[in-house]
């Protein structure tokens, strides 16, 4: 059934080539990005835990994140709960937010609720001196702080919610917060999302571009300019350095703290939606970004990177008036191109990729086959993408079941139309794989090499005429 499936995908994929989209006014493009290649290794999910509905009724996972020292790890419930969960997989709840964020996540495609959270770098190391602090980013419809650090929408644009970047102390039975940045949003969508710290106990905030205006406002990709606007946190990454009492510090290498024009906290700008990011061993950031359109993108953020949004969408230009049409502009030294990227059209697990969920890579991850890989993984198919740079190439990874021994996608394996994956740090080494649509949480771990068993006759034939002759060429249009 698996080569029936992926021969039919092959199939539409070929057609779709030639056939014009019925929502666009254009021709679909011919995919430039390599389609990636079935691997023949085979990854285990480990079960360690499901989230429940609470007393709030309901739980999105959400991510997972890494406590330092333990090898006990946060999950995220975007319906207001820090979870800490055991290597064993016993769980409590470490902070309950519900109360402040309200219920827009529940709407149908919600963005909006508890985005992240990640703890201090000492968090464990300084419980007996009460230095417990968790930093959370959170969607809310009031400012919760007046006088904390604001950033306001330009003239003419009107805050749908505030984003929020809060510390918390976690050192006695009621939870202190200390509001430390406030930036208004002028749509549900496209918020504040992961934060994290790097070697040096600097933290990093990723914003979305704070709505998608394409279908709000006259058909205008990127209406707003945000991404490409230096004076605003929208579509960015900010670097600041917590200084323990519930404020910051901008510092002092950060690329434009001595530029006129410029946000000081900006890290890196271009992005349209950046999906959880990832430290590796050597202070390397990777984050995905969500496309409007055409790519999903992985990048490698550098400080004072610019990575084209509004302007770009993976590595071609942007038609405003259109989002089903791109442009291949070449290489434009203002911008930097993904790391890698993946298109729309890819559908070798049976569904269509359209959406970065987030970004992993294996530094002794515990599956020596991927050791130095970068893993994504695609919103909403759930679909497991690994990346070998010393090969510059793009895998579409199968999961087994560790309990039942099926081989499959997510999505398969689950029986889910639609997954919401996400991957995070499980806190020992290894990487974490969550599904916001059934809420269970899993160990990414070694499986078997199981090379595809080959078709036979007249349908191996068949899908080596279709390959040669869907080899990638250079898209004009979408």
Known sequence: ??????????????????????????????????????????????????????????????????????????????????????????????????????????????????????????????????????????????????????????????????????????????????????????????????????????????????????????????????????????????????????????????????????????YAMGFRNPQHCWFDDNDNLYCGDIGQRSAEEVNLVTAGGNYGWTQREGDYCVVASDQNYVTDCGVDSNFIDPLFAYSHLNNLAGLENRAIGGVAVCDGCGIAALEGFILATDLAAGTLFSYDPFTDTLYETLFMDMQTGLTGSYADLAGLSRVEARLGNCGDGTICYSSRRDDNIFRLVSSVTASVPAPSGWLLLLLGFLYLHMQPGRRTTN
């Open 1 to 266: 059934m698996q080569y029936v499936r992926r021969l039919s995908s092959l199939i539409t994929l070929t057609c779709s080539l030639f056939l014009v989209d019925a929502n666009a006014s254009t021709i679909y493009y011919t995919d430039t990005y390599t389609q990636p290649q079935l691997s023949s290794l085979v990854v285990g999910l480990d079960g360690v835990g499901q989230l429940s509905p609470s007393q709030h009724g309901t739980a999105y996972a959400n991510g997972v994140e890494a406590i330092p020292g333990s090898n006990d790890f946060l999950a995220i419930d975007r319906a207001g709960l820090v979870y800490q969960i055991t290597a064993t997989g016993q769980k409590s709840v470490l902070l309950d937010v519900a109360s402040l964020i309200g219920t827009g996540y529940t709407a149908a495609g919600g963005q909006k609720g508890l985005q992240y959270a990640t703890p201090h770098p000492d968090f464990l190391d300084s419980q007996s001196s009460g230095y417990m602090k968790l930093y959370t980013t959170t969607t809310e419809t009031i400012n919760p702080d007046q006088s904390a650090s604001l950033f306001s929408l330009p003239s003419g644009l009107t805050s749908e919610h505030f984003d929020i970047v809060s510390e918390w102390d976690l050192s006695s039975a009621t939870p202190t917060r200390s509001v430390m940045m406030v930036a208004e949003s002028p749509y549900g969508d496209h918020n504040v999302r992961w934060l994290g710290f790097d070697s040096q106990d600097d933290l990093y905030i990723s914003f979305g571009d704070g709505g998608n205006t394409y279908w709000r406002s006259g058909d205008t990709v990127g209406e707003h300019g945000f991404g490409q606007d230096p004076t605003s946190p929208l579509g960015t990454i900010l670097k600041v350095t917590p200084d323990g009492a519930g404020g910051y510090t901008v510092p002092s290498d950060n690329p434009h703290i001595n530029d006129s024009g410029y946000l000081a906290e900006i």
